[in-house]
Structures are given as C-alpha cells and as structure tokens.
C-alpha cells in the first residue's frame, strides 16, 4: 500500500514541475491550469493518506 502511495506521489511531483516549466517557457495557461489539476490531487492523495494512518492508529484504541 505504501509503495502504491508513493509511486503515485511521484508521478504527481514529476508531472507538477514539468507542467510548471512548460508554463514557465511557453507561457501558455493551460500548463498552468494542469499543473494546479495536480497539485490538487496530490493534497487529495495526502489527505487520503493520512487518513488511512490515523485510523489505523485509532483502530487500537476502539
């Protein structure tokens, strides 16, 4: 599970800074609009992540 999480964060950082860069040279927004499309499902990847770890961190107090 973990080394799931971690590839697809990976994958997420990567496709971030390229998107950002392409922005940066070309100046086109639509590389910025994917790249803030990334972004927001790397906070929702973490969210889902941390998530998992606090309830089964809570699981042994129920």
Known sequence: ????FRGLT???IFGFV????AHTLTGDAIWRQRAM???KWGVVLALIFFGFFI???AAVFI
């Open 1 to 4: 599970m973990g080394t799931l």
């Open 10 to 12: 990976l994958l997420l």
């Open 18 to 21: 390229l998107s950002m860069a």
């Open 37 to 39: 499309q990334l972004l």
């Open 55 to 57: 309830l089964r961190r």
